[in-house]
């Protein structure tokens, strides 16, 4: 074998590997991509956590509202009461996020 044949073998060899890697980085960098955007949703909510905050009324008329619905992402959604027996009692859940919660006035 040539010395030019011997080196191209080895450049193949070495080509080989990297090509070999691709597939497992590949995969890799798009978990790192997923990682990043949730990440960037979290930061996101973060940064409307305030105004959320200052716009939540934890009750509307009748009706008490949901904190997590509404400062994760600003809705506003009910809490309605759960059933004891055949009798409001004082637990209530949100239909949204399933957040229950007890409250007594
Ligand atoms: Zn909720």
């Known amino acids: 074998?040539?010395?030019?044949?011997?080196?191209?073998?080895?450049?193949?060899?070495?080509?080989?590997?990297?090509?070999?890697?691709m597939g497992a980085l590949e995969r890799e960098k798009r978990e790192v991509e997923a990682q990043?955007?949730?990440?960037?949703?979290?930061?996101?909510?973060?940064k409307l956590a305030n105004d959320h905050l200052a716009d939540y009324k934890a009750r509307v008329g009748e009706k008490y509202r949901c904190p997590r619905c509404a400062i994760d992402r600003g809705n506003k959604v009910a809490l309605n009461p759960i059933l004891s027996g055949d009798k409001i009692g004082n637990r209530f859940r949100c239909k949204e996020c399933q957040l229950e919660i007890e409250l007594r006035s």
């Not at 074998?1 to 890697?21: C, G, N, Q, V, Y």
């Not at 990043?36 to 973060?46: G, K, R, T, V």
Request: hydrophobic residues 40%; charged residues 30%.
């Open 1 to 21: 074998m040539s010395p030019e044949e011997k080196l191209h073998e080895l450049a193949t060899r070495i080509a080989d590997r990297h090509l070999d890697r």
């Open 36 to 46: 990043l955007a949730q990440i960037q949703s979290y930061l996101d909510a973060a």
